[in-house]
């Protein structure tokens, strides 16, 4: 596979992501998006790193650290995630435009 082909793989998968993140209304959609997007970046330096070797450590040790934070955008994600459902019984975005707790709130006085 040439450098074009990679890289036109990683603006495809970018390019999912990215329709997924605009045009979706669930929050877990949205979510998996995200997740594309971070793939579509990691490709990129892979490719980078492969047909323009500078130091091979650098591209696989950047590709590491985005893999651990996407697991843990996932895990604080989902997280939420679960609270907003638990709360509003959905997880359909324009359901959750007020973010405010539902509980009895207290006047400070």
Excluded: C, H, W
Aim: proline share 2%.
């Amino acid at each position: 596979m040439t450098l074009e082909g990679t890289l036109l793989l990683g603006l495809m998968l970018f390019s999912l992501g990215l329709y997924a993140v605009l045009a979706r209304r669930n929050l877990i959609a949205i979510l998996i998006g995200i997740e594309l997007m971070l793939n579509a970046a990691n490709i990129n330096f892979l490719a980078f790193n492969y047909f323009i070797p500078t130091d091979p450590a650098v591209a696989q040790i950047i590709v590491l650290v985005v893999i651990g934070l996407a697991a843990a955008e996932a895990a604080i994600a989902l997280a939420i995630i679960l609270k907003l459902y638990r709360q509003r019984s959905s997880v359909d975005v324009d359901a959750m435009q007020l973010l405010k707790s539902t509980g009895a709130e207290t006047d400070d006085e």
